[in-house]
């Protein structure tokens, strides 16, 4: 049984369909990989941005160095062994503005901070603040703090926190964070000043007590704020090389005694 020819023939109308096709499939094949291509590009470089900017704390999404703003507060020396190491502004296209202080020896890790918020447009008050210290005691690891009781100071209450899974708890750096009337003013930061537990909370209560308001003139919430702080003011006495004296309890201490 013979079979039938095929038949080789083939309109050129159709053959020229034929190569537009190929020729759209190939463009449209080598778009969709370009477009993919920039994709991960895009994802490999937020995965770097995020890690950069949880390395190191101090660089604080949306806030960049302003090198040319002057210290709106100060804090007088913890120890004359520890000098302030530096002090550093970083301002918020929208308005917000945060002085951060350190203080260590020279050349070394850094055993305090103390950072001083003036929200602008850009604060969101459903983001903890507790977020953003828990990366700057943690080095940029993501952390929840734990609870680590409170202590009496000039400007109140202040809540104490302490990172999770700590061996020693009473060897543990302290942070701690409060919010100030309608989010005028937060101040946080930590501190791994003391050998004991009740030392590291009378550290950052004397911390507290030496912060004072440099120039708040065109800030009268601001203002009343530090000026009611100052008539509370009861002073920490002395170095933090520690007196037992500093200490009323052991898990609530209140500074007795003048600066």
């Given at each position: 049984m013979q079979s039938h020819p095929k038949n080789h023939f083939i309109h050129p109308a159709l053959a020229n369909l034929a190569d537009e096709c190929s020729a759209t499939l190939a463009r449209l094949l080598a778009y969709v990989g370009t477009l993919a291509l920039f994709v991960i590009i895009g994802v490999h470089a937020w995965d770097q941005f995020q890690i950069n900017t949880a390395a190191d704390p101090a660089v604080q999404p949306g806030f960049t160095p302003a090198l040319r703003s002057r210290p709106a507060f100060a804090v007088s020396s913890l120890d004359p062994l520890e000098k302030s190491e530096s002090y550093e502004i970083f301002r918020h296209p929208a308005g917000g503005r945060k002085d951060v202080l350190h203080w260590g020896p020279p050349g070394e890790k850094p055993v305090a901070e103390l950072e001083i918020y003036r929200p602008g447009g850009e604060f969101d008050g459903s983001d903890p603040a507790t977020r953003d210290l828990a990366l700057r005691m943690a080095e940029g690891r993501r952390e929840v703090l734990e609870a680590a009781g409170v202590i009496e100071t000039k400007f109140g209450t202040i809540a104490l926190f302490r990172r999770p899974g700590r061996i020693d708890p009473a060897k543990s750096c302290l942070g701690f964070s409060r919010s100030f009337g309608d989010s005028i003013l937060q101040i946080s930061g930590w501190s791994c000043q003391g050998t004991t537990l009740p030392?590291?909370?009378?550290?950052?209560?004397?911390?507290?007590?030496?912060?004072t308001s440099l120039a708040s003139g065109n800030e009268p919430r601001l203002a009343e704020l530090f000026a009611r702080a100052e008539l509370r003011r009861s002073g920490c006495g002395g170095?933090?090389?520690?007196?037992?004296?500093?200490?009323?309890?052991?898990?609530?201490?209140h500074l007795r005694g003048p600066l």
């Open positions: 030392t590291r909370r009378a550290a950052i209560a004397c911390m507290l007590d030496r912060l170095p933090l090389s520690i007196s037992a004296d500093w200490v009323a309890r052991a898990e609530n201490p």
